[in-house]
DNA sequence: TTGAAAGCGCTAACAC
DNA sequence: GTGTTAGCGCTTTCAA
């Protein structure tokens, strides 16, 4: 391989001038400039990952930590993954992918391996925050954590987006709500979105003064079965569902049609999950979107700003948007 | 953070000593080694990955090509994934998510960020083959294309994967065959899979004295459809049907339905596809596996077997194995 | 069993 | 606008 002196030797230039040259941190003449580019294409040169890495102290590498445990809403994840990937590649940085494992972080983060690190499905109190808060490199968290500890947080705006879910069938008309939501288990895991999202909802219930009803959902086919069922006897009359639950989405669908509902004849829906999500259901599925992608990239921006010092750490709440589908609608006149 | 230097220091020995003590490459006394691991407890250190990468030219990273577009069987995707990061850690290496772009080979190769490639999503005429063969890293293919340029490979073995499938089906009985495969571009563009997987199925219904019907499937609702309305227009006396389509069988075995034909009962099926999906289903199905976990995980060690020319490339193609769940019975006796 | 020292390839003062 | 040079932190001969 070249060297970065094989490159300055054959420019009849010094080295500093050839790496003054790539990384334009000083103006070099054109005709230089122009010798330079040359004997760079001619050798196929590249400059040395680590050696640039010893001196200057970055890596161009960005840490990213995903739950690769498959069958938990993979296809969200991937999306995130790619925010990620392609807001860093934006930034002229590459991803490291790292496990869950212990000591990773430590180990990724002390040797100097990234610049800097996000985190994805971040729990309430989870332990890698205190670690993520002792390193020398900035951390973004996908989530909002009960105590961040100074650390940068992006996540959608579950607050805003229970009330919007609830406001939009409320607007048309519906009176008589349910929220098919987490698997109980999330619930207890990341607290903050699944009650941010409630809470949401439920307020917005009550300025409207409909009545509700707040069921959480295992993400399968009987976890879904068994919500609708409970739901069908508890309040028959419902006219209007919020799923805040990717994974059971069709099998909530399939379930109500059971009963004889179909949607949005009987029931409206709303959904809260990607936009992908949304449009693979038949019908289509009015749904707050979970920008994925948005996120990822903001996480990403969010942790390289940071990189000098440059920008301060933050929490930011991306606002939901609601797109209308087919699967809401006016409720029937009630039988006279 | 502190360095080997001061680690050598606080131990009372040389740097050189230090370095030896970590890599194990030379014998320590068991006194100074544990003064070396006292020091590096105390002081926290952890060697510059950098550094390391510029003395030792290993970094103990190797990439990872993926395709990161969403919508594409995701699923799959994160289960190679996860198969390729966990057997990267267990042989103490991590690993970079590179994307499809033009170029970023080389760049990743070319500055020496990774040790090995992993790529992902090979297609029969990959234009990254010849970059590829040409780096100085070792690079293993997941995939079988038409001319690996003596790079190694690994991929089921969808040949014997045909003949098995369609040999299960014709064990029980069954005379009246079917291949529901992959979507008409994939076929085109991955000629090798799809193509071998047929040429098995077709050859074990020849032996056997069977009839069959090859139908190319899109991964939609409507595609499964208009494929099952294909095959029971011009098949209507099928008895067992394979389908080699992830996305699309739930889709398959819907429209199955909708033609009165319950799987079992009425119709036997046989899916090849990861073991996560066939039991996802209901009824559970009867599959090949693809064993996405094992590929990955041979690629990583194929791959690393790989960096001092230790091994030579190879091409591995798995077999495949079948589990009997419950979607094939013998075909019901004809009406007499 | 250990130490000294020569790089690995690059960046960024500092000097002109 | 360009060159000189001192490191960055580690591995690995060579020598003892």
Redesign the interface.
Known sequence: ?ATIDDVAQQAGVSRSTVSYALSGKRPISSDTRRRIERAIESL?Y?????????ASSR?G?VG?MAP????VD??V???F??GV??AA?AASH??????Q?EGVL???A????VDALVVMDIESDDRRIPVLAGL?QPAVLIGLPADPQGLSCVDLDFFQTGGLAARHLLDLGHRRLALIGSPIEVVNRHTSYAERMTRGFVGACEAAGGSYLVIPTAAT?AGAQESVRFLMTMAPDVTAVVVHNEMALPHVIAALRTYGKEVPGDVSLVAVCPE?TAVAQ?PQITSVDIPTEAIGRAAVEMALGQLDHAAPSQIRLLSPTLSDRSSTQSPAAPPA
Chains 1, 2 share one sequence.
């Not at 690769?68 to 069958?71: E, Q």
């Not at 002390?110 to 391996?113: A, I, V």
């Open positions: 391989m196929d590249r400059p040395h990952a680590g050696a640039r890495a010893l890596t590498v990213l690769l445990r498959t069958g993979v296809n994840i991937m999306q993954v790619a990937v392609s590649t590459d991803v490291l992918m790292v496990t494992e430590e180990r990724v002390g040797t100097s391996m020398r086919v992908t038949s």
